[in-house]
Structures are given as C-alpha cells and as structure tokens.
C-alpha cells in the first residue's frame, strides 16, 4: 500500500495523512468511525488465550477485583487458569500478536504513511464485561482498534512523570483521573491517542482491541545506550587533556575553562552524524524475538538455482529492516540495518533495499535482475544465513 501524503485515507476518516500529522499527530486524541469498515478479527479470545499458554509470547491478565486490587499475573498460562477465572472485570493482554499472526500483521499495511521502523507491535486485548487496566496513560502513541464487541474509552488529561498513581508493584493506574471525553467503539472503529494522555478502557460485552503501538526510546535510552555505543570505538589513549592550561589561584576550584574542555570532549566523541545513524538504525530495529531469527546456510549460485526452482522468501515476522543514505569518502552509498545489525552497500542497491523492505515475497520475477549483482546477491546470502529471510518451503 502507497499512497501521497495529502490523499485522504480510510483508515483516518477520510482526513489525510498530512492533516493527521499536522492537526493531531502527538497532539490530541482522533476517533475515527469504522476506521476499517465491516472488520472481521481473524482470531477470537480462544485463539489469544491459546498464544498465552505458549513460553516465548508475553502475556499478562489484569483483574480488578483480584487477590488484590487490580491483580495481575503474568503469563504463560494454562487451560486451567482461564477455568478458574471470575465472569466479569479481567482482560488477557498478549504482545505482538503480528509476530505470530501474518493475519495480524497485515493491519500495519493501513500505517504506511509512518516509518514503520517506529512501530513497535499489535499487542491484543480480550476483556470480559467490565474488563479494564484502570486508568492510565502511555509514553508513546498508539492505535486502538476495535476488533470485537463493544469497548467505552474514558479520556482524560494529559499526564506526566508528577502524575499521582496508586500503589501497586506492577501497574501504573491514576489515581486522579479527570474525564473530558467518552465514547464507545464498535468493530471497525478507532481512536488514536497522542503519548501521555490519560485513557481508561472498560469493556461493555465480551471484546477485543488491536493496540497499534509505536517504539518511542526515552531520553536516558537514548543517552546511555549511544553512549555506550560510541565507547566502543574509543582507544584508551583518548582522555581528558589540558595542555593549554594557566596556572590556577585555588587548586580546590574547578573553573569554567575546566568544564569547558570536558564538554569539548564530549562534544567531539558524540557530534558524529555517521555514528548516530549508525547507532540509531540499530538500535530502532532490534528484534523483540531475536530467538527467531534462525537461518540456513546458502551461497550465490544455490540461491540462483532455488529461485529458478520456484523459492520464494519472505522477510521473518521478527526481522525488522530500513535503510538510509551516507556519505562515504566523498561517495554516495547506503546503510541497511536489519534485526539489530548494519551493512554498508553500494548506492545503486538502494532500489533492492527498499524491495527488500516492502515486498510481500521476494522470488524469480522481483530478484533476476540482481542475480548478476554480485554485492546483490552476498547481501541476499546473508540474510538468508542470518535468518532475516526466510523460504516458505522450509
């Protein structure tokens, strides 16, 4: 799905992606009716109970009215404990459904005109009547999409790191939450909520809800993990230096020239444009299931043998790929970051990389005119080796 930025979309009501940006992006709340229309969940609350009964998916069940208030356990579970559960007030959440569902992700193809390397996962929502996790507030944006009966959303104000909460090991519930706005969703329905925004879901009948969450790293993330990045790279012999020191009348005083050199420093090893995209890259497309990532070994000529035998490769659900542009020695090229890693091409590749990143399948038709590429097809090898892609004969 492509589509111009200034093209009303569906999934935003009809508005366009330019005036969702502009008007609300990270700014207020949007409810969009039948966001998309006649929607069909192609999974139902067996089928979320099911992934939470298995050890790699994270799962977690909220009961208000628990051993404690607002109760929650953590997954896997079993059969039994949902036999044991009260008829009404608990909701199972289960993270990156779209990992384990191709049917799942295929919602995020209504989210094109977001990078994608900002979302995060389709985490799902099955509530009993009056199900909830209480009211609260999230420090990204996120989707909300109802997938099955009927769920009242609570809106109320913007919050931050001073926001009063109850007190409760696990979860973060407001415990001074201000309604200003009231709605209940229908299957189809959706409402975007900007980051800090307080919101309190409560579910009327037995229902589902998509949450469409973006990856939104915290300024200490940020901070300490480019940080560490960067040290990586730094011989022992660079340190602090002040040969151009005067003399000092109190040798207890750290003066502003001191500072000032420390930060020159500082300034010196982290100003790196290459470095920071390099880290970042990395860093925003980190799987959440490394695990997953489980390749086979392949070289040029068996990859050209296999798609002339008709293989096709998909990206795996857990990979996450982008690209951008570089400088390099005066010369144009391109980084390609895939599942954490980055790797340096030729410029002229760029139009493989973005295929690569877009495509549904990757085969014969869409890869013979870079089997002759060698630097093309080394990259596809190790793709394949690293497990990014995979074979759907496999």
Known sequence: MSTSIDTPLEILGG??????????????????????????????????????????????????????????????????????????????LVQAVDQFSPDVAEVLEHFQFLPNWRIDDVMISFAVPGGSVGPHYDNYDVFLLQAEGQRQWKIGQM???????????????????????????????????????????????????????????????????????????????????????????????????????????????????RMLLTWFGQYMTEPRYPELLSGVEIDPVSLQQALEQGAVFTRNPTARLAWSNIELDAESAAVFFVSGNSRIVSEHLVVLLDLLCSADAMHIDNLESWLDDAEATTLLCELIKQGSLECLDE
Request: charged content about 25%.
């Open 159 to 273: 919050c931050s790191a001073e926001s009063l909460l109850l007190e409760h090991p696990d979860l973060r519930i407001l415990s001074d939450f201000k309604q200003t706005d009231e709605w209940t969703l229908e299957p189809g329905d959706m409402l975007y909520l900007p980051p800090r925004l307080a919101h309190w879901g409560i579910a009327q009948t037995d229902c589902m809800t998509w949450s469409v969450g973006f990856r939104a790293p915290s300024s200490a993330e940020v901070v300490t993990h480019y940080a560490d990045f960067v040290a990586r790279f730094l011989a022992d012999e660079e340190r602090y230096s002040d040969s151009a020191m005067s003399p000092v009348s109190n040798p207890n005083y750290i003066r502003p020239e001191d500072v000032q050199r420390l930060r020159q420093l500082i300034n010196e090893q982290l100003d790196d444009d």
């Open 15 to 92: 508005i366009s992606a330019e005036v969702f940006l502009r008007d609300y992006w990270q700014k207020k709340p949007l409810l969009i009716r039948q966001a998309i229309p006649n929607f069909v969940s192609p999974l139902d609350g067996n089928d979320l109970a099911g992934l939470s009964l298995e050890e790699l998916v994270e799962s977690r069940i909220v009961l208000e009215h628990g051993e404690t208030p607002w109760q929650l356990r953590q997954g896997p579970f079993t059969e039994d404990t949902y036999s044991s559960l009260p008829e009404r007030d608990w909701t199972l």
